[in-house]
């Protein structure tokens, strides 16, 4: 089990770079599935959930391997396996976007059933019936999906469930269609960087797809898709987590390699709560001055605040100078961190869908437990902030999606170690 041990009170100050965007490289990763050519990605993040993909993809014939200039290079020429590793599907939800690439390139996929996880229920029945539109043959038995088609046939699909538009799903159905024989018209398609980005990366390899950034994507078929080199997104999750660690620390601090213009929604919320931030030359940067004031916001698909950095906003908003409510319409009950936030004096409350926050003075270090990903996050955030020292425990779940975060934190002055433990 690995542990993050904080002394919390030090301003943030100085400059950190972001990486390359996790949840565009995973659906990329599985596009390589499509190609017949060696794909190269730049910027690939070096976090858990990549290499997990890695593992799925090799499961699948796919080579993946590092090159010495640090991209990554994905060949799938020849592979015929169809059914990805259980353990390994179930360990990480977006090795689920091999399934599209799959079925349409290979006849047949078998992938198991992701199932819920720590920030609450997640269907795939989204990704289900796009692909049946597509007329694959597409079975269920409760704990794996079975798919199969000779070849999938251009159709209409709707990508858009009770909570918005599925960001896996429609590059699930997105990477299936490039490939299907005729027209495919994807409406309610997310719009997220991540799959826009994923959507060039296949016009490199050849497809031909319109719409890329809006919810309408029109896929003409192609019988054929050769390899391509492509630099993935920074990270715009990432580049937010570091400028909420200088805002909740009251510091001044830079991120480079960032693409302010994919976090429009967080500037300004940063901008109401008092933040002076300034963009430019592909960095952003954070200058804090009095206590923060109390911004309500809404998480909501793209263009609006993402709910991967609810959380992290909850935190920062524990420390401002009056109420707010944060509340998640995509993820209804991703609000593990709350209590837990509690433990560090934060004065916050679940009511249904949101947190109701009402800010204190200060926080004060404890023991802690990440449940997932981004409420890590949050919680390291805290006790950034938190008088005395905080202990987050099971946080080799933030290394599923950051890349060394404890390291460029340090970086920025923060005084935070990594201890590895047996489990008891
Ligand atoms: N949904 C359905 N049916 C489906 C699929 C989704 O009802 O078939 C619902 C979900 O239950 C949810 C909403 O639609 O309420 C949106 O879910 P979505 O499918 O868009 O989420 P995802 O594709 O599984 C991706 C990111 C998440 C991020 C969400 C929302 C990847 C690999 N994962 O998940 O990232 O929170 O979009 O932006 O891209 C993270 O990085 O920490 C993370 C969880």
Redesign the pocket.
């Known amino acids: 089990m690995t542990r993050l041990l904080i002394t919390g009170g030090r301003p943030l100050c100085g400059a950190a770079a972001a990486g390359g965007a ?3 490289a ?2 990329m990763m599985a596009a390589a599935i499509l190609a017949d050519g060696p794909v190269r990605l730049e910027n690939v993040p070096r976090v858990e ?1 990549v290499r997990t993909m890695a593992r799925v993809l090799s499961g699948l014939g796919v080579e993946c391997a590092w090159q010495p200039a640090g991209e990554l290079l994905l060949r799938a020429d020849g592979g015929r396996a169809c059914s990805a590793d259980g353990r390994l599907v179930r360990r ?3 090795s ?2 091999v399934l599209g690439p799959l079925v349409t390139r290979r006849g047949r996929a078998e992938v198991p059933l992701p199932g819920g ?1 720590a ?12 692909l049946a539109a597509l007329g694959a043959d597409v079975r269920t038995d409760g704990a794996r999906v079975v798919a199969s088609a000779k070849r999938l046939r251009g159709a209409a699909v709707d ?1 858009t ?11 699930n159905v997105l990477s299936a269609a490039v490939l299907a024989k005729g027209e495919t018209t994807i409406t309610g398609a ?1 719009v ?1 960087p ?1 799959i826009v980005d994923l959507g060039r990366l296949l016009a490199k390899m050849g497809a031909r797809i319109e719409g890329l950034g809006t919810p309408t994507l029109r896929v003409r078929g192609v019988d054929q898709l050769g390899g391509a080199a492509h630099r993935v997104v920074p990270d715009r ?1 990432e580049t937010a987590t570091l400028l909420l660690a200088a805002a909740v620390t009251r510091g001044d601090a830079a991120v480079t390699g960032a693409a302010p213009e994919h976090m429009d929604a967080l500037l300004r919320a940063l901008d109401a709560a008092g933040f002076h931030v300034e963009v430019g030359g592909g960095a952003v940067r954070l200058r804090a001055g009095a206590r923060p004031r109390p911004v309500d916001v809404t ?1 909501l ?2 263009p609006g605040f ?3 950095l609810q959380p992290q906003w909850t935190a920062l908003m524990a420390l401002a100078d009056g109420r707010c409510t944060v509340r998640d ?4 009950s ?1 609000f593990a961190h709350v209590d837990q936030l509690r433990r560090l004096g934060a004065d916050v409350a679940r009511r249904a869908a949101a947190a109701l926050v009402t800010g204190v003075g200060r926080l004060v270090g404890a023991e802690v437990t990440a449940s ?3 409420a890590g996050a949050a919680l390291v955030l805290a006790g950034l902030a938190a008088e005395g020292k905080t202990v987050v425990r099971r946080a080799g779940r933030l290394d ?2 950051y890349e060394r975060l404890d390291e460029k934190l340090r970086s920025l002055g923060a005084e935070i170690a990594r201890r590895h433990e047996p489990l008891p």
């Open positions: 996790k949840n565009a995973l659906p959930d990480m939800r977006a689920f976007c996880c920030i609450g229920d997640r269907p795939v029945d989204l990704h289900l019936a796009g990508m469930g009770p909570c918005g538009p599925t960001v896996t799903g429609t590059a997310a997220e991540e999750i998480a698909p793209f993402p709910s991967d319409r995509v993820f209804p991703r997932d990903l981004r599923r999606g």
